[in-house]
């Protein structure tokens, strides 16, 4: 079976510039950042998107690991945004449930 992109980055047959790992989750530098600061963080299971989480502790891991992501790169005061697309209207690009942090400058709101 053919491994997604994420996967590949996950099992570190494509590499990528990490930032945190534990047993259950890769973030890694953006190769297309959209700020100073932009990692994109994934459970290291494969989940398709949002939509095929099945155990909801995926989200605990992931925002403990953005938590530490976060306080690592001194984002914790000035702010930050965390971004997480769904299929095609929310424009994901990639179907491996993975959530984007991004910082370093002032985010609008409505996003485009
Ligand atoms: P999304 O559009 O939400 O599916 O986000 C996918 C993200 O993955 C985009 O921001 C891409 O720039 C990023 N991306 C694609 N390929 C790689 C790669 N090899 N290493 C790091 N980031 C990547
Ligand atoms: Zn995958």
Redesign the pocket.
């Known amino acids: 079976m053919s491994l997604c992109?994420?996967c590949k980055?996950a099992n570190k047959e494509?590499v990528?510039r990490v930032v945190y790992e534990d047993d259950k989750i890769l973030a890694?530098?953006?190769?297309?950042?959209?700020a100073p600061f932009?990692v994109?963080v994934i459970p290291k299971q494969h989940i398709a998107t949002l939509n095929d989480v099945r155990n909801e502790s995926v989200y605990s891991d992931v925002f403990k690991a953005i938590g530490q992501i976060t306080k690592n790169a001194n984002l914790q005061e000035r702010g930050y945004r965390v971004?997480?697309?769904c299929n095609g209207d929310?424009?994901?690009?990639?179907?491996h449930l993975?959530f984007?942090v991004l910082g370093g400058r002032a985010f609008r709101w409505p996003p485009g």
């Open positions: 992109l994420f980055i494509i990528s890694f530098e953006d190769i297309n950042p959209q932009h994109v971004v997480a697309n929310g424009g994901q690009t990639v179907f993975h984007h």
